[in-house]
């Protein structure tokens, strides 16, 4: 027995080098895998919720979606607590001059590719708040808005709805 | 003869004012308003102004029990209330930084909404052209060794509203917590100026999007108290109908949220259920989930639907069904209640020094609830109990919302037993040529009391409205409930209070 170990030991592996792939399942398997990938994981976002100056009617419709009946995350998309682990900024309110750098800082922190989402009647022109000092006016007037999503707070569905959108484009 | 009567004695009245007096008096006998707040003779209900005076509001135990103190300020100062009461402090900043009224020997001289980025000082008062490139704030210092800050905000990890918390540490305890608010400041006061009835009552009733009813009911009655309207008595009740919907969808929110806050997310998903029952009736009944523009000056904008009226029995039956199951896993889980009992302890004294309402207050002995005092109908006519906790903590502000809860259903029971039938509006006429009038609201929200002052000018548009959320006697209490707390606490200290920010950033 000693004698067997002592030759595997100087001897060189049996085992041969695995043969190269073949091209040509390469490329078919390249793009089965980034069908499923996009299936699967290109479905997937995550938002991070930026109040620029709302009355919170918006947020607490927002609230709901993580509520047993709307069930954001089943869809794949999920909130989450910074703007650098982020693909989209979901915005709501006119912006306020108080809030004006607030929202640029988040946005700037938020890595490429990203989306804005302008959540709510006021965070598409300031609503009923424009025109005031203290407000800048919608979400657009001070970053790049991708979608907007209108209502007095829009509803749970009408979010979704929204949302869905974004995933599918 | 009551400190408010004497008070009111010493000034010359205003005759436009409704349903509770308005004195204007002179600097002596605004001191001693001032004097009798310190003294806790009275309550400080709100501290505003129309940029020609400042108006205090005072509650106080006997008739008139409500009463507003104006001083003149032609030389665009007053006497500091906040000298001797300190809760009338970020009032009075307010007033300096919206007003340029300054304060007279005021103890903080730093702006509060203000954060130097209007491009302008003083926009409601005379203005001043500023540059608005953000102003540095000179928190309160902390100091020594072991002592470390943690800034929060304005933008926070939750889906809630921006503003920011300023912590002092010595390791894990919070030895100092300062608030800095203001970043939802949208200019409220001025927008009311000159605004139709219409709009001003949508404006209201965006103050602060979880009380849309209670401030929609607030700047109505200030509105029919100042134009003598009668609201039909439907109306009256199905507001009262819509307050208790608003009531119930918060405190199952709250006591999610806050259970949510404290690791034990499964009471919180039940919650959210019960919270979305509630929407979903609202929806049916009165056509918005949050029920915001139903309530108008004059009566409601819109009928109970029937279907609303069908689904209100189920809807109750439901929550009966469900939700003492869930006061049950509460009462009965050692580890979350390990996190609320004794934690974040709000003491008796500052809760009735603040006159902070709702929770807050009652979660802390202070038994006010403005439906019963000074009350407004319908609840005049219906059973109700206040709930009251003597241990300001944490659980106790959790207790008080369970018990809100049954008292919200046994109410809503009443209105729909009761609801008479009628009209649902009158139409507000203006006030005659050349007057002006003025009417005072005090309403019980979910949160609290909310206070509203509104002038009406003679072509029926809003000259002046104030609405004062009651976070304003709510926010600087937090500051003083977490004091010893350690920092993994703050967030459910913090959803305990539920202050607003956008009812109080205005």
Avoid at chain 2, 131 to 148: D, I, K, N
Avoid at chain 2, 152 to 160: F, K, L, N, R, S
Wanted: glycine content about 10%; some cysteine; aromatic content about 6%.
């Amino acid at each position: 027995m000693r004698k067997l170990l002592l030759e595997s030991l100087l001897k060189a592996p049996l085992t041969q080098a695995p043969p190269s792939p073949d091209d040509g399942a390469l490329a078919e398997l390249a793009q089965s895998l980034k069908r499923a990938s996009r299936r699967r994981l290109g479905r997937s976002l995550s938002i991070r919720e930026v109040d620029a100056g709302s009355c919170n009617g918006c947020e607490l419709e927002i609230h709901a979606l993580n509520n047993a009946f709307y069930d954001l995350e089943r869809l794949g998309l999920k909130f989450v607590a910074s703007p650098r682990h982020a693909d989209v900024l979901l915005v709501t309110g006119p912006v306020t001059r108080n809030m004006r750098e607030a929202l640029e800082r988040t946005y700037a922190a938020t890595p490429d590719p990203k989306w804005v989402v302008a959540v709510g009647d006021c965070a598409l022109d300031g609503g009923l708040f424009s025109g005031s000092y203290g407000v800048v006016g919608g979400v657009s007037a001070v970053v790049p808005v991708d979608l907007h999503i209108r209502g007095c707070p829009p509803t749970p569905n009408a979010l979704l709805k929204g949302l869905i959108a974004l995933l599918d484009a | 003869m009551t400190f408010l009567s004497a008070l009111a004695s010493k000034g010359s009245r205003v005759g436009a004012q409704r349903p509770w007096p308005r004195v204007v008096v002179d600097h002596p006998t605004w001191l001693q308003g001032v004097v009798g707040l310190a003294a806790g003779e009275a309550t400080l209900l709100g501290l505003w102004s129309d940029g020609e005076a400042v108006h205090m509001a005072l509650h106080g135990p006997e008739a008139p029990e409500v009463l507003v103190v104006s001083v003149p300020c032609p030389a665009r100062r007053f006497p500091s209330v906040a000298i001797s009461h300190p809760p009338a402090l970020r009032l009075e900043r307010t007033i300096c930084d919206l007003y340029g009224l300054e304060p007279e020997d005021s103890p903080d001289r730093r702006p509060w909404l203000d954060h130097g980025r209007w491009g302008m000082r003083h926009p409601l008062g005379v203005r001043e052209p500023a540059p608005a490139q953000g102003e540095t704030y000179a928190f309160h210092a902390a100091v020594g060794p072991p002592l470390h800050q943690i800034p929060v905000g304005p933008v926070h990890a939750g889906i809630i509203e921006p503003g920011h918390f300023r912590f002092s540490c010595n390791g894990e305890a919070v030895v100092r917590l300062e608030e800095r608010l203001g970043y939802v400041h949208k200019g409220i006061d001025g927008l009311m100026r000159g605004a139709s009835l219409d709009r001003a009552a949508k404006l209201a009733g965006r103050t602060s999007g979880d009380s849309t009813v209670a401030y929609a009911i607030a700047f109505a009655r200030a509105v029919e108290a100042a134009l003598g309207l009668d609201t039909p008595p439907r109306a009256l009740f199905l507001r009262a109908l819509m307050a208790e919907l608003e009531r119930l969808a918060n405190h199952f929110g709250d006591i999610g949220a806050i259970c949510n806050d404290a690791s034990f997310s499964l009471i919180h998903a039940h919650c959210g259920i019960l919270r979305e029952h509630v929407l979903r009736v609202a929806d049916v009944g009165f056509g918005h989930r949050l029920m915001m523009d139903c309530v108008v000056p004059g009566g409601t904008a819109v009928d109970l639907a029937s279907a609303g009226a069908q689904a209100l029995p189920t809807l109750m039956r439901t929550i009966r069904r469900r939700f003492p199951e869930l006061v049950e896993l509460y009462d009965s889980t050692a580890s979350l209640q390990n996190r609320t009992i004794t934690t974040g302890t709000l003491k008796q004294q500052l809760a009735r020094q603040y006159g902070a309402g709702g929770f807050i207050g009652r979660g802390s002995g202070r038994a006010f609830d403005a439906r019963k005092m000074p009350g407004y109908p319908p609840y005049g006519d219906l059973r109700f109990e206040m709930m009251v906790r003597q241990n300001g903590d944490v659980d106790a502000r959790v207790w008080v919302r369970i018990g809100e809860v049954a008292q919200s259903l046994a109410l809503i029971e009443q209105i729909l037993d009761r609801l008479p039938p009628g009209p649902i509006r009158v139409d507000p006429d203006p006030p005659a040529p050349g007057q002006t009038s003025e009417g005072l609201a005090l309403i019980e929200g979910f949160r609290g009391d909310v206070l509203a002052w509104v002038r009406i000018a003679d072509n029926g548009t809003v000259a002046h409205c104030h609405l004062r959320d009651p976070s304003w006697f709510q926010w600087p209490l937090l500051e003083a409930a977490i004091e010893g707390n350690i920092v993994a606490d703050f967030p459910l200290c913090n959803k305990s209070f539920n202050c607003s920010y956008s009812g109080h950033d205005l």
